[in-house]
């Protein structure tokens, strides 16, 4: 089971932190904002299967090899 920690408790315990990060740089090439946040998201998940701990970017030149 699980424990939730204080953050007076999280203060004096150890820990580490991986962010996962998906961006879109190319919005403006979508039809609507869930089109051009479903893009990022595609990038978020890549970005888990590419090892997490990291940041995807879906811009022009990738874009070209997604084909959107």
Known sequence: SSKSLTVAELLNEN???TVSIGVNLTPHRFRNIEEAITVADRMLY???TNGRDRIEIYD???SESFGS
Do not use: I, P
């Open 15 to 17: 820990f580490s932190l």
């Open 46 to 48: 890549l970005a888990k």
């Open 60 to 62: 022009d030149k990738r």
